[in-house]
């Protein structure tokens, strides 16, 4: 069973499309990088997929359950850390606590306290009081005390520094494979992607352009460089400029002219390259 | 749903007990004066009208306004707890903690009105419904109101311009509607019937406002009411203040007014020619008739003197229960006209006086009221006198003693008579009606020599000939009275204090004699503390024993935005003889004071130690 599945989900904001025909797959104890840049859809569907939002199309499967109404059982097996947590600036860390476990049957309370050491976040100070990386780090804390099946952050890392994100990635990791939680995060930092996840989603446009994995992706694009012209046969798709896509297969047999460089891309060449077209990756 | 609670008490828990003591202290100081209210059950009253809705803006504040402007309902939502479970939670422990207030008053009152008041479980059930019920109706308001964000002060603002200009253009009585009729003063004192419609109506429009209230919360998954909650930006304050501006502008501009019938009298003798005027018969109908034609030649010399082409019609009505020289206006709150009111019968009726106070009051009702403000007032009551006496040498010669005999009174007084142009109002209750006009008078009788005729004519036209629009547009554009004087080369306010000033030393000197032969008793007022802490007055007029000729003293409690006095709402005991008013009053209290003591050399009531002053 897959931990998440979109299909065909279509959401607007009034006259703005969020989604447009979204198919998107989770499997079950991966951590899934979830690509685009600002506005792709990112938040939107992390969003449906906590029942915050409905969809105007399409059927969303979270844990195996729809999510058209959203039960609170199902929410109790979800953890969520969004961009900017709202905290009740007026509690502590061990109020927070208290509040949020009173939500969940599965609420572990020495759990809590373990991450809440283990993320050095002090347990009396109030929230307003913490900065934006230890807020950050408090929501993972609540999010993953009830020991939740799914995981879902949005681009948690967005305000953090350089230092702060390494440590906090490092700590999720850390935490996804001692819980063996099904973790999905968005982000449009595609070094955090590339160093997390075992499978992305590269959204943009509101659909997904690519979904698998990051060797995969990596095998299927390629820069051609050329002192002169050189095109590739059928099965060769171009995306950019001198960047094309086609099944590994076909790279390693194509037989390119004496001058021709082929060189594999980092993940955010191919990001940028997405970015800037419509094709999609089959 | 229990740590909502747990978390909704805690996070406003100082609040609410700041709520509960301002409960607690409001409900005994209601409950200490409620023996000046008349009943204990009135204190109830007091605390449902004042702390009800207060009580629920403030819970709704903390409840709703808070969580969304905070935006951490965005965290409540990430919660598995459903909207509709927040939204219910906060709404009913709301109603909760404000009825269970209400409950606790309602006990205490009770407690403290147990003996004095017959309690019936009907009585109190009837009570119990009216507030419980109102209490209802404004949370319910309040609620809906909190949930549309950073516009609830602009709906707030638009509600009470709505409700002030439908009681102000007297089209609907709000008073009446069912959620204010319920807590209408005689809610305490009715024991018998319930006012189920009025119960039902403001239950009803209560339950619609949850319902909007829910619609509101849950629409579009909550995001309308996120949207709502966003700060305004600055173009949107700039664009909701001019939008506000421009609308009560408008209302007051483009009102539709309803033009109210003119006032009439059936049974009256009527003016035989020139502008109408009614006079109710009092008395032989010849003299009545007599009265009729004087006051309506009155009003022809006056509008040839303003240049007016059409006066309305001028009503006078006997009154007994009146002094000679008292006269007054009556309100028509549903028709239009002037309509005086004078004892034409009395022995000690001053004819004069009532003639120019008929053409005062029709001045100020073609003036809109505009020709009473109280730059300007002296004018007006000046001018009044002055068309009726300037024909009239004894008359002048009357009204020049009168006026002599006030600067006398002022010139021992604080102020003396350097306010008169500035401060008339506050000359005006201190001398008395018959003192002020005649003061005014000689100000006016010296103008116009002072200007000429023709100047004079000019300046009376532009201030008290000039019918303004019925709305705002008569404040913004009027011109102000200082450039009116300068528009027609009279004196500033400063050159006209001491023109009148050596007016009147010249007047003191010519009638010091006469002047010296009337006595001024010493009058005093005393506050002594009775048993409690209410307090009674005590009067003296002359020697502390034994009886001085007849006298009035006049008495009024003052609100704190009192102005002007009308007469009809002083209240008035005659006598003889040093003595206690009849009424007692609370510590602080705001008192009018005066006495009145008919003067046979002047021939009117004269206004003595008049004065404002606090109970302490």
């Not at chain 2, 009913?92 to 009105?113: E, K, N």
């Not at chain 2, 109190?124 to 549309?148: E, K």
């Not at chain 2, 010519?510 to 010296?516: K, Q």
Request: positive net charge; contains cysteine.
């Amino acid at each position: 069973m897959n931990a998440v599945e979109l299909e065909s989900v279509i959401h607007r904001y009034g006259k703005v499309q969020a989604l447009d025909g979204l198919n998107l797959t989770v499997r079950q104890g991966e951590m899934f990088g979830f690509l685009g840049r600002n506005g792709a859809g990112k938040t939107t569907t992390l969003k449906l997929l906590m029942g915050l939002l409905r969809p105007d199309h399409g059927n969303i499967t979270v844990l195996g359950r729809s999510v058209k109404r959203m039960p609170a059982s199902l929410k109790q097996r979800i953890g969520y850390v969004c961009q900017e947590p709202n905290f009740y600036p007026w509690m502590t860390a061990d109020q927070l606590g208290s509040f949020v476990g009173s939500f969940y049957p599965t609420w572990d309370a020495a759990e809590f306290q373990r991450l809440l050491r283990m993320l050095d976040v002090p347990r009396d100070r109030r929230a307003s009081e913490m900065s934006g990386g230890t807020r950050t780090k408090l929501g993972l804390a609540l999010a993953l005390a009830p020991r939740p099946a799914l995981l879902l952050l949005d681009e948690p890392t967005a305000g953090l520094d350089p230092v702060a994100r390494r440590e906090f990635n490092d700590q999720l990791q850390a935490l996804q494979r001692e819980h063996g939680t099904t973790v999905m995060f968005s982000s449009h930092l595609v070094g955090e992607v590339e160093q997390l996840a075992q499978r992305v989603g590269i959204v943009q446009g509101g659909s997904c352009r690519f979904e698998g994995e990051v060797g995969a992706l990596r095998a299927r694009v390629r820069r051609i460089g050329a002192a002169s012209a050189v095109l590739p046969g059928d099965g060769f798709t171009q995306l950019r400029g001198d960047i094309w896509q086609a099944d590994p297969a076909l790279w390693e047999e194509a037989a390119w002219p004496p001058g021709a460089v082929v060189e594999t891309l980092s993940l955010e060449d191919i990001f940028l390259a997405f970015a800037r077209t419509d094709s999609v990756l089959a | 749903m229990r740590a909502l609670v747990r978390k909704e008490l805690r996070e406003h828990r100082w609040v609410l007990l700041a709520m509960l003591l301002l409960l607690a202290l409001g409900q005994t100081l209601m409950l200490r004066g409620a023996g000046m209210m008349g009943s204990p059950m009135a204190a109830f009253h007091k605390i449902v009208v004042l702390m009800g809705p207060l009580m629920a803006l403030v819970l709704v504040n903390r409840l709703v306004v808070r969580e969304y402007m905070g935006r951490t309902q965005l965290f409540l939502e990430t919660l598995p707890v459903s909207r509709t479970q927040v939204l219910a939670v906060k709404w009913l422990l709301g109603i909760a903690l404000l009825l269970l207030a209400l409950a606790a008053c309602l006990g205490a009152t009770l407690l403290a009105a147990r003996g004095k008041v017959t309690l019936t479980p009907h009585y109190v059930a009837l009570v119990a419904i009216r507030g419980a019920s109102f209490v209802f109706f404004s949370y319910a308001l309040a609620f809906a109101v909190g949930l549309t964000g950073r516009y609830r002060f602009i709906i707030w603002s638009v509600l009470f311009t709505c409700v002030a200009t439908a009681e102000a253009t007297g089209q609907l009585a709000i008073a009446n509607w069912a959620p204010f009729y319920l807590i209408h003063e005689s809610m305490v004192y009715e024991r018998l019937v319930l006012p189920v419609q009025a119960v039902l109506v403001t239950c009803g429009v209560a339950v619609a406002l949850v319902v909007a209230t829910c619609a509101l919360a849950l629409a579009a998954e909550g995001s309308l009411v996120v949207a709502l909650s966003r700060r305004m930006s600055a173009r949107e304050i700039s664009a909701v203040t001019i939008g506000f501006l421009v609308m009560i502008m408008a209302f007051s501009v483009i009102e539709a007014r309803k033009p109210k019938p003119p006032y009439k009298l059936a049974r009256a003798v009527r003016s035989a020619s020139g502008p109408a005027v009614a006079v109710g018969i009092a008395g032989p109908a010849p003299l009545a008739q007599q009265l009729a034609d004087t006051l309506s030649s009155d009003l022809a010399r006056m509008q040839a003197f303003l240049g007016l082409t059409s006066p309305a019609a001028l009503t006078a009505l006997p009154d007994d229960a009146l002094d000679g020289d008292a006269f007054q206006r009556a309100a028509l709150p549903n028709a239009d006209g002037v309509v005086v009111r004078a004892a034409f019968t009395n022995d000690a009726f001053d004819r004069e006086g009532f003639r120019a106070y008929a053409l005062a009051s029709w001045m100020q009702w073609h003036s809109r009221e505009r020709a009473t403000e109280e730059d300007r007032r002296w004018l007006l009551d000046g001018t009044a006198q002055w068309l009726v006496a300037r024909d009239a040498p004894p008359r002048q010669e009357t009204l020049a003693l009168r006026a002599a005999f006030a600067v006398r009174l002022l010139q021992g007084r604080p102020g003396g008579t350097d306010k008169l142009v500035y401060a008339w109002n506050s000359a005006r209750e201190e001398l008395g009606p018959c003192l002020a006009d005649a003061l005014a008078w000689k100000m006016v009788a010296s103008l116009a020599q002072r200007i000429g005729a023709p100047r004079f004519q000019a300046l009376s036209r532009s201030v008290l000939a000039v019918r303004p629009p019925d709305d705002a547009r008569a404040s913004l554009f009027a011109p102000g009275f200082d450039g009116l004087l300068e528009q027609h080369g009279a004196p500033d306010r400063a050159t006209l204090t001491r023109q009148f000033q050596q007016v009147f030393g010249a007047e003191q000197a010519r009638l010091a004699a006469t002047l010296d032969r009337i006595a001024i008793p010493q009058v005093r007022f005393s506050a002594r503390r009775m048993a409690g802490k209410a307090y009674e007055v005590h009067y003296q007029a002359g020697p502390a024993a034994g009886e001085v000729p007849p006298f009035s003293v006049l008495y009024a409690t003052l609100g704190p935005w009192d102005g002007e006095l009308p007469a009809e709402l002083l209240a008035r005991v005659d006598g003889t003889r040093a003595g206690v008013l009849p009424a007692s009053f609370a510590r602080g209290t705001r008192l009018f004071t005066a006495l009145e003591r008919r003067e046979a050399a002047l021939g009117c009531s004269v206004r003595l130690a008049a004065r404002r002053w606090e109970l302490k």
